[in-house]
């Protein structure tokens, strides 16, 4: 039984043996309390001043006290007709001092803190302690550190208040010492591996630190994975499962990937659908993927942005273009439709530069060859950065397209 319910359990049997008979209340008097006001109490209280207590509803009482949070012992009495209610708050947080940590930032840590009711200043709860110990933990998990320790110290201070003294042990990073890919056929261990920014220990890891294991990092080389088959015409491809495994003495990682590669898919047929706006055959010139083509998605996804630009260059500034295959299992065919909507043309409303401190906007404006109010196309936007980035006193040009709220064009 945790300490909250032994404190229930106690105010109540102390409550409902100090009232074993009703009475009218007559008055409700609160002690003991320091920080928190009797407003707060009377508020929560589900008693007022005239009416008839009941030995029973004295747990319901109880009970709606202890929930405030702002307690740690309450007992209740009588005397005639008043009610007495005897609180000992929970300490308040006169600091947080956090000691050991180098790969989270205090700051960072003490805003982690905070968003679980743990600041200065605010009620102290033992539990919410421990369990922002343990979630402090699996953050340095996620990171690699295994073998990572946080352990929290309470000390008491004067005037019923705490301060607490975390201190992190977060360990060393766990090094990768073999990756394991099970299920590829077509393509080399040593190839797809070459494509992971996760490597195994080598003589040069303590520079490029490669070997240290990362969530992300293990995310982004499935998804680079994923891309270098369905290139490559394998539309089944898919990743199985992945099994991280620990070494005992938590130094060492184990990375297994299992994978079907699947059947390799030619294209069978390319369509456009919706409204190109310009002439097909314009649309058909800009095409990458080809009928009887071995099927690749990075030149599904180029297509789409090349028949973007060109709608572009219209003035279709916020055209959506989208390659969508449809894949024929029996014959190991694939349509590819290319959705088009161009939207509405755009017009340039303004065109407005920042962070030219000692270059005048007449100076720049010069070099442009989009002007305002005129149709915007991406073909002139993509020729007025290149003069700009000429110039040669420029460090960094980039250019955003903006939206303008509540307009269409």
């Avoid at 989270?104 to 539990?127: P, Q, V």
């Avoid at 409204?275 to 095409?287: A, K, Q, S, T």
């Amino acid at each position: 039984m945790n300490y909250f319910l032994k404190a229930v359990s106690l105010g109540l049997m102390l409550a409902v043996s100090a009232m074993a008979q009703s009475f009218v209340v007559s008055d409700i008097r609160v002690e003991g309390l320091q920080r928190v006001s009797a407003g707060t109490v009377f508020s929560e209280l589900p008693v007022r001043v005239g009416d008839e207590l009941e030995a029973m509803e004295v747990q319901g009482l109880t009970r709606a006290l202890f929930r405030t949070g702002y307690f740690e012992d309450i007992q209740i009495s009588r005397e005639n007709d008043i009610l007495v209610i005897i609180v000992r708050e929970r300490p308040a947080i006169s600091s947080i001092e956090i000691n050991g940590n180098k790969a989270i930032a205090t700051e960072d840590l003490l805003k982690g803190m905070e968003e679980n009711g743990l600041a200065e200043g605010h009620i102290f709860k033992r539990a919410t302690l421990e369990g922002l110990a343990k979630e402090l933990e699996r953050q340095y998990v996620a990171q690699g550190r295994y073998g990572a320790n946080v352990e929290a110290e309470v000390k008491e201070l004067p005037r019923n208040q705490v301060k607490l003294r975390v201190t992190v042990d977060e360990g060393s990073v766990a090094a990768i010492k073999h990756i394991n890919i099970v299920g590829n056929r077509v393509f080399s261990d040593e190839e797809l591996k070459g494509i992971f920014e996760l490597r195994t220990t080598g003589w040069l890891s303590w520079l490029r630190r490669d070997d240290k294991y990362s969530r992300e990092k293990l995310t982004g080389d499935l998804e680079r994975l994923q891309s270098y088959y369905l290139d490559r015409g394998y539309l089944g491809f898919q990743i199985d499962s992945t099994q991280v495994s620990l070494s005992p003495d938590k130094k060492s990682v184990f990375i297994t990937v299992n994978m079907t590669e699947g059947d390799i898919y030619t294209v069978g047929e390319v369509e456009l659908a919706g409204d190109p706006v310009v002439p097909e055959e314009e649309i058909r010139r800009l095409l990458l993927v080809r009928e009887g083509e071995t099927f690749s998605q990075v030149k599904m996804t180029t297509t789409s942005d090349f028949i973007a630009q060109r709608l572009g260059n219209k003035g279709y500034a916020f055209a959506d273009v989208n390659g969508i295959p449809e894949a024929d299992k029996e014959d190991k065919t694939v349509k590819v439709t290319f959705f088009i909507n161009p939207g509405k043309r755009v017009y340039v409303r303004r065109i407005s530069f920042r962070g030219n401190t000692r270059t005048a906007d007449e100076v720049l404006r010069r070099e442009l060859r989009q002007m305002e109010s005129a149709l915007a196309s991406s073909a002139r936007i993509e020729q007025s950065k290149a003069r700009l980035e000429r110039l040669g006193y420029l460090k960094v040009v980039e250019v955003k397209t903006v939206e303008v709220p509540r307009t269409s064009d």
